[in-house]
């Protein structure tokens, strides 16, 4: 494309709030034929609530929700904000200090409360630490099928309760999954998230079962992407957290969400200032509208 051409475009996209770092993004925007989309933050709202709270092994629910509260306060994770607000509005609890903390990062939370040892995260956490959860897997799946993240606590070595979290789809997601589809473009779901969540919320946007990726690690999400390259695709990634990081520096085009961390938009390529898919339809539109003026 002439600079001129993209200098427009560039400034187009700016001023609806669509950041292109560089001409070279521009161009290669049109192209695209994959696009990968994280899920929480990026596809839903980001903003977890508590919506149920079962205890198991005889624990009191009550009881359960304070003292995960409290393993949960020092954890900077959406779940965890969510865990916390709901302690807090239950009967205006006072959520107690952890004597220690410790998080493990993309499976939860290990504390000492009350002189208890709470261990809070998902079912693979539970099976590494020993913990058995086999009575329990079918409510966990119940759960999951509605499309909300469960999450297992243990005190003191033994399953305990799991808490539900239930976080909003985009309305304009659900809009602009349609819309890519229809452009041709394959779009595919990423996620930490448990499978059975992820399939939930894939179906609700249109996502086929086959292009969901779950139970994924950073590094799985940018394998992800190479993988799609390698088979000759060009691929956009959409993410907006530390974990989306790799996998925005390894696509074609990386697209942060500007409501997201930092760490995101350093890695990409184009940054959203509002947190609205839409625009990624109109990034595209932009790009395809540049590069057809200069031919
Ligand atoms: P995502 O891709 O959805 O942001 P993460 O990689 O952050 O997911 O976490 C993956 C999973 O690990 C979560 O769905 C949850 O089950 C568990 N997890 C992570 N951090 C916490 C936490 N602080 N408390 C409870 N569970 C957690
Ligand atoms: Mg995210």
Redesign the pocket.
């Given at each position: 494309a002439t600079p001129t051409a993209i200098m427009v475009g560039t400034g187009v996209g700016a001023q609806r709030g669509i950041l292109i770092r560089s001409g070279e993004a521009l161009e290669t925007l049109h192209k695209v034929n994959a696009i990968l989309l994280?899920?929480?933050g990026t596809l839903t709202v980001g903003k977890p609530s508590l919506t149920d709270v079962v205890p198991l092994n005889g624990y009191d629910a009550n009881a359960l929700l304070r003292l995960a509260a409290a393993a949960?306060r020092r954890?900077e994770?959406p779940?965890?904000e969510a865990i916390v607000e709901a302690a807090q509005r239950q009967n205006g609890h006072t959520i107690s200090e952890p004597e220690r903390f410790e998080?493990l990062t993309?499976?939860?939370?290990r504390a000492l409360v009350e002189g208890h040892e709470v261990l809070?995260?998902?079912a693979r956490l539970m099976v590494t630490e020993g913990i058995s959860i086999d009575d329990f897997t079918a409510e966990s799946e119940r759960l999951a099928q509605e499309g909300k993240?469960p999450?297992f606590v243990a005190i003191d070595g033994r399953a305990a309760g799991i808490l539900a979290l239930a976080d909003t789809v985009k309305e304009s997601s659900r809009r602009a999954v349609a819309t890519l589809q229809q452009m041709g473009i394959e779009v595919w779901m990423m996620?930490?998230?448990?499978r059975r969540t992820a399939l939930a919320i894939a179906r609700e946007l249109g996502i086929p079962d086959s292009h969901v990726m779950a139970e994924v690690v950073p590094e799985q999400k940018a394998a992800k992407v190479k993988e799609l390259q390698a088979q000759g695709k060009i691929v956009a990634m959409v993410g907006d957290?530390i974990?989306d990081a790799p996998a925005l520096a390894q696509a074609d085009v990386g697209i942060a969400i500007g409501t997201g961390t930092d760490i995101a938009m350093e890695a990409a390529d184009v940054t959203l200032m509002q947190g609205d898919l839409l625009k990624v339809v109109e990034a595209i539109q932009l790009s395809r509208a540049t590069m057809r003026t200069i031919k």
């Open positions: 994280d899920k929480t949960e954890s994770h779940l965890a998080s993309g499976h939860g939370v809070i995260g998902n993240t999450v996620t930490g998230d448990n957290g974990n």
